[in-house]
């Protein structure tokens, strides 16, 4: 009896060091997961007439690197994920048009007049703007953004597979 007492011992201890190898390994990947994600780089979904022609209608996955604005390395052309200045909850998805210093001109209601309307963007702030400027809510709406507010830099569409590959910088 106290053999198989202590052959059941093993086995048991054998099992539970096993699980808790296995369950220190599962930590482990999702602590670089958690790290990734929330400091390197994200896929996120974007849709919407915004962005239009550079973006689908129905919705891309793009993959968001998140060095690039901590470090002050985005600029006028780039994409960026934003944090909605009108609405904490939401993300937008547009192109920065200004840096601060940088003088803006821009269309007020492209859609109903030839009115135009310069500015220069303030210190600490970005101006960023829709690529479709008729279907697009952005600084012309709400104003200079935070530079704070910005996200990440879109990197490269991974979805749908014929628009793979790095998103282009306009200037």
Known sequence: MRAQLFQFMQRWK????????HTLLFSK????LHVTNNYLCSPTLVYGPSM???LNLTGDVLVVEKM???????????????RSPENPRKTITKRIVGMEGDRVTFLVDPSHSDRSHSLVVPKGHVWIQGDNIYASKDSRHFGPIPYGLILGKVFCRVWPPEGFGLLEQQE
Request: charged share 15%; hydrophobic share 50%; net charge negative.
């Open 14 to 21: 054998s099992t539970a060091k096993e699980a808790m190898d």
């Open 29 to 32: 990947f999702l602590c670089l």
């Open 52 to 54: 239009l022609p550079t």
């Open 68 to 82: 690039s604005h901590l470090l002050g390395i985005v600029g006028p052309g780039d994409v960026v994920l934003v």
